[in-house]
């Protein structure tokens, strides 16, 4: 089942000037207290049917080019409700470390059953901006119409410019049903951390 695509704002301008458009970047610039730059971006589909998300904080998936912080902004496509698997964020206060993870580095089950989470049900048009300490996860989609949410992640442009190199990193790591090759066991490590996306053996 199509959960996402990636890597397409060389081919969409209007995706390109809502993510990287100069309104877009003064909001991130002002969240974040220094300019900002796109990180990477996407769009879950979370079709009818569509499993959901471990928990787990992003941090630890981005770490690959040694930033260490980051904000994404999902912006919801359609109406994101509990029926259709909508994002649950838990009621902590501001976090700036790691919670205890597991080995595929998702939070761990004490650690999730002792917070309070909390469904953000949003309207299509709606932003919700979180950082990568953020602890989240997502329901299946339960409805008969898809649940269709872009995140796009950014990082301090100090930090680097590292979009292209992380997608190139990606892909090799991590790639796509139709560009694996049979016997070829990839480290999909940090690429993979909660998604529910598993690969054909
Ligand atoms: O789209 C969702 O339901 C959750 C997305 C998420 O947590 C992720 O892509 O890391």
Redesign the pocket.
Known sequence: MLCRIENFLQYQSLFDRLTRGASTLRLLSQLMGTEAVLFKE?I?F?LPGGQ??AP?Q?AP?FTSFGQEYHVTMMLSIDETTIDN???EIAETGKLVSLLPLNDDLTITSGTVEAMQWVPVETSPGDLVLFDSYLP???GINGSSVARR?L?ATYNKMVEGDCREQYFERKRACFPPDVERVAGVTYDEGVFN???PVSVEP
């Open positions: 996407k879950n979370k959901g998300f787990h992003d998936a698997g909508c994002l989240h996860r997502s949410a995140y951390v909660g998604n």
